[in-house]
């Protein structure tokens, strides 16, 4: 073996190594009382995996369904399902089965919304490209109330379905950048004809909406900080309460 073709198998198994590292991602421990149950179902003719966040009491608890970003799976939100069920929600949170098929995946988030809605109120919130399918799901079941964090738009799919939301509606926002389309979500926010909130987290970064995030995604998309996470979690938080338990606006 060559010393030139020795150096590039070693390169590219540090670039594989360094690959694996970089996308771990670390989900906060459960709250008291939560339980997590992992299920795989068929919804819209799709097999999907989707974790189930179980308050620590469940009287017909609003359920929130929570929808990951593009390439990403349901353990980049897992810390909004602990979170949520610790505060009283029952949360669902899949991987989308469809890597570019929005209309898919809004079907599939329908789908997974009518499998469990049973007389709760239901929200559902979506980071990103979940933010565009959540909103593209609402034109396939009613919800209560809906949530974008850092939401996307493509090829104006969004605005369509955003111009035929009932519900109120909250737009979580980071910095404009290349990760949001340069903050094309204002078209989404012209587009929605009802009740709106507009949150703007300064400085904030992309990634700062997702929990938890990764490594690889934050040298991509720029650096996470705790207190502008923070600020996404209770502003998101607040919104539900309010939309979904009638407690104060945040």
Request: net charge positive; charged share 20%.
């Amino acid at each position: 073996m060559s010393r030139w073709l020795r150096r590039t198998l070693i390169a590219l198994l540090l670039l594989a190594v360094f690959g694996h590292f970089a996308r771990q991602t670390e989900a906060p421990p459960l709250p008291s009382g939560v339980k997590k149950e992992n299920a795989t179902l068929e919804l819209a003719g799709q097999s999907v995996s989707v974790s189930l966040y179980h308050p620590a009491k469940d009287t017909n608890a609003p359920l929130v369904a929570v929808a990951h970003g593009f390439t990403r799976s349901k353990r980049y939100m897992a810390g909004w399902g602990a979170h949520l069920a610790g505060e009283g929600f029952f949360v669902v949170v899949p991987t989308q089965p469809a890597f570019a098929d929005h209309e898919l995946n809004g079907r599939v988030l329908a789908a997974l919304i009518e499998k469990y809605r049973s007389g709760r109120r239901v929200a559902l919130m979506g980071f990103s490209m979940g933010g565009l399918t959540t909103l593209l799901s609402t034109t396939h079941t009613p919800v209560d109330a809906w949530v974008g964090l850092d939401p996307v738009d493509m090829n104006g799919k969004g605005i369509l379905a955003a111009a035929k939301l009932k519900a109120p509606a909250a737009f979580l926002l980071a910095e404009p950048e290349a990760w949001n389309m340069h903050g094309n979500s204002n078209g989404l926010i012209e587009a929605i004809p009802g009740e709106k909130e507009v949150f703007r987290i300064p400085g904030g970064t992309h990634l700062d909406a997702e929990w938890p995030t990764d490594l690889l995604g934050q040298l991509a998309c720029g650096f996470v900080d705790a207190t502008r996470q923070q600020q996404f979690r209770e502003k998101a938080t607040a919104f539900l309460k309010a939309r979904l338990e009638g407690g104060p606006m945040p």
